[in-house]
Structures are given as structure tokens and as C-alpha cells.
Nanobody, 127 residues
């Protein structure tokens, strides 16, 4: 089992920045790819960004590319999402998720390919 706890959400004006953090515990953190998803009211949960087990590779949804940066610290068992130039359409509950490296699966995948989830943190961007 892997436990994930997100923090850092809040209310911010359009154009502002927020930094989300996710703390992991329970198993070897470096055996998991770490991702952020988000879910807006009335919409499906969608992929935002993912970072590989070592941190050497990262991928982003087109909607956040160039504005968001995902990073991980395997020594501290944490993953972060730096969100800049926020837009009202970024408003959602943001979830941290972990995907075991065994068996191998695509990192850029839907929610069903992720094994563990945090409880979510609300991000609200006002116009």
C-alpha cells in the first residue's frame, strides 16, 4: 500500500501561481511513477502531468504544457506540481496518483492505470 497526501491548494487570481505537494509513504517511492490528475465539477478526471520513477522523464497534457512543471524528490518521497499562469479553466480538485513500475504501463494513461490515489486538494482560479 502507498499512502498519498496532497497539500497546497487554494484560491488564486488568474495569472497567479500555486505549488501543490504530495507526500508518499508506505512503499519504495522510487518504484512508482507519480502523476497529477484533476477533476472539475461535472467532468471526468483528466491527466495533467507525470514524472517517471527516476525523475528523468516527464509528460504533460497539452492544456498545461509550458505553464505547469512536475518534479519529484526521491530522498523526501515527495512530488510537486508548480502551476504558473493559472486560468479559470484550471479550477478543479487535483489528485496525486502513483503507478507501480511493475508491470510496465504507459506513463501517459487514464486514471485506471494508476494504483494509488490521494484525497485531492481544491484549486480555484478566479477571473
Amino acid at each position: 500500500q502507498v499512502q498519498l497526501v496532497e497539500s497546497g491548494g487554494g484560491l488564486v487570481q488568474a495569472g497567479g501561481s500555486l505549488r501543490l505537494s504530495c507526500a508518499a509513504s508506505g512503499q519504495t517511492f522510487s518504484n512508482y511513477a507519480m502523476a497529477w490528475f484533476r477533476q472539475a465539477p461535472g467532468k471526468e478526471r483528466e491527466f495533467v502531468a507525470v514524472v517517471s520513477w527516476s525523475g528523468g522523464s516527464s509528460y504533460y497534457a497539452d492544456s498545461v504544457k509550458g505553464r505547469f512543471t512536475i518534479s519529484r524528490d526521491n530522498a523526501k518521497n515527495t512530488v510537486a506540481l508548480q502551476m504558473n499562469s493559472l486560468k479559470p479553466e484550471d479550477t478543479a480538485v487535483y489528485y496525486c496518483a502513483a503507478q507501480s513500475r511493475y508491470p510496465y504501463r504507459s506513463l501517459v494513461a487514464g486514471p485506471g492505470e494508476y494504483d494509488y490515489w490521494g484525497q485531492g486538494t481544491q484549486v480555484t482560479v478566479s477571473s
